[in-house]
């Protein structure tokens, strides 16, 4: 179980950075070449900066000068992969405390909940980053299919792959987590049972002495000699 953890928690460290390089990526989504009069140069967008490179290897980048003039989708891909990132950092801190590999966290009992709660952390973490970059793909889609959209349009960009990874590889650390935390607590209330059981059947057996011994109640009846009776009517025996 404890190499069960440590192989969920190394699946959503990494994809914690690779959400936190997704979000600071500036290659959500580049120019497309075919609709590009000019292939030489081509245009990089991302959450926080938009950039421009050429041929020979110069690139030029501006961040977004205010938030309002932003577009809501762009918002939104933000929040959710602030998010993403907060949600991965505590699930990672409390994936430490909670693994039965470490030393810290206390009981049994406490580290499970630790470690059920770092899978719960790790699985809305690549929830929030998984819809953040469907969003955006979904967006970028549709105006590249639409036949009415007549401004540039963009591709799909390496950061967008990189948030799918890294979300897929946060959902499966959480889950395994999880089911880890559930699987050793069905073990050890049925390791429990079975040893609470033990005693009491020891108990009965061993409340019987050894030997043919029978309880009081199934005991026969003393069986008194001929001698013993004779004494006891030996004066009055006529009377």
């Given at each position: 179980?404890?190499?069960?953890q440590?192989?969920?928690?190394?699946?959503?460290?990494?994809?914690?950075?690779?959400?936190?390089?997704?979000?600071?990526?500036n290659?959500?989504?580049t120019?497309?070449?075919?609709s590009?009069?000019?292939t030489?140069?081509?245009?990089?967008?991302?959450?926080w900066?938009?950039c421009a490179?050429?041929a020979?290897?110069?690139?030029?980048c501006?961040?977004?000068?205010?938030?309002?003039?932003?577009?809501?989708?762009i918002?939104?891909?933000?929040?959710?992969?602030?998010?993403?990132?907060?949600?991965?950092?505590?699930?990672?801190v409390?994936?430490?405390?909670?693994?039965?590999?470490?030393?810290?966290?206390g009981?049994d009992?406490?580290k499970?909940?630790?470690?059920?709660?770092a899978?719960?952390?790790?699985?809305?973490?690549?929830?929030?980053?998984?819809s953040a970059?469907?969003?955006?793909a979904h967006?970028?889609?549709?105006?590249?299919?639409d036949?009415?959209?007549?401004?540039?349009?963009?591709e799909l960009?390496?950061?967008?792959?990189?948030?799918?990874a890294?979300?897929?590889?946060?959902?499966?650390?959480g889950?395994?987590?999880?089911f880890?935390v559930?699987?050793?607590?069905?073990?050890?209330?049925?390791?429990t049972?079975?040893?609470?059981?033990g005693?009491?059947?020891?108990s009965?057996?061993?409340?019987?002495?050894?030997?043919n011994?029978?309880?009081?109640?199934q005991?026969?009846?003393?069986?008194?000699?001929?001698?013993?009776?004779?004494q006891?009517?030996?004066?009055?025996?006529?009377?």
């Amino acid at each position: 179980m404890s190499g069960i953890q440590i192989l969920a928690f190394l699946g959503g460290l990494v994809g914690l950075g690779a959400t936190f390089c997704a979000t600071l990526s500036n290659e959500w989504r580049t120019t497309s070449r075919a609709s590009s009069v000019i292939t030489a140069t081509w245009v990089l967008q991302g959450l926080w900066n938009n950039c421009a490179g050429n041929a020979i290897g110069a690139l030029h980048c501006r961040p977004h000068h205010t938030i309002f003039k932003l577009e809501g989708y762009i918002q939104a891909c933000r929040g959710l992969m602030i998010a993403a990132v907060c949600l991965g950092f505590f699930g990672a801190v409390f994936a430490l405390v909670g693994m039965k590999c470490t030393k810290i966290g206390g009981s049994d009992q406490s580290k499970a909940r630790m470690a059920c709660f770092a899978g719960v952390n790790f699985i809305f973490s690549g929830l929030c980053s998984l819809s953040a970059c469907s969003l955006y793909a979904h967006r970028i889609t549709s105006e590249f299919f639409d036949p009415m959209f007549v401004a540039q349009k963009y591709e799909l960009g390496v950061a967008l792959f990189i948030g799918w990874a890294g979300s897929i590889l946060c959902v499966l650390g959480g889950g395994i987590f999880c089911f880890s935390v559930v699987d050793s607590s069905t073990r050890s209330s049925s390791h429990t049972g079975y040893s609470y059981g033990g005693p009491a059947s020891t108990s009965h057996v061993s409340s019987h002495p050894r030997g043919n011994a029978q309880p009081m109640s199934q005991r026969p009846p003393p069986k008194y000699s001929s001698s013993s009776r004779a004494q006891h009517f030996d004066k009055n025996a006529y009377v």
